[in-house]
């Protein structure tokens, strides 16, 4: 089992920058790649960011390329989000998640953590 925990949403107004953490335990963390995931109200849960298990390799989806930067401290067993220049619809509950390395699918979530942008 992984347990992830989840802090640092808040409110904040368009164009300002927003930090999660994600804080991991339970497992070798760095057996597992970490996501994170958000979901607005009415809608779906959508992928955000992916990290590998060194750090080496990240992705993003479309709408936040070059906005957020996800990162990770093997030693410290905790994932990061950095999101700049925030949008409205950036709003949604923030959610951490790990996937095992060589899996496709992410096992364990955390709780997640209300993002709040207004214009």
């Known amino acids: 089992q992984v347990q992830l925990v989840e802090s640092g949403g808040g409110l904040v107004q368009a164009g300002d920058s927003l930090r999660l953490f994600c804080a991991a335990s339970?497992?070798?963390?760095?057996?597992?790649?970490m996501g994170w995931f958000r979901q607005a109200p009415g809608k779906e849960r959508e992928f955000v960011a992916h990290?590998?298990?060194?750090?080496?390799?990240?992705y993003y989806t479309d709408s936040v390329k070059g906005r957020f930067t996800i990162s990770r401290d093997n030693a410290k067993n905790t994932v990061n989000l950095q999101m700049n220049s925030l949008k409205p619809e950036d709003t949604a509950v923030y959610y951490c998640?790990?996937?095992?390395?060589?899996?496709?699918?992410?096992?364990?979530w955390g709780q997640g953590t209300q993002v709040t942008v207004s214009a």
């Open positions: 998640a790990a996937r095992p390395r060589g899996r496709v699918s992410y096992d364990y």
């Open positions: 339970g497992r070798t963390f760095s057996d597992y790649g």
């Open positions: 990290i590998n298990w060194s750090g080496g390799l990240t």
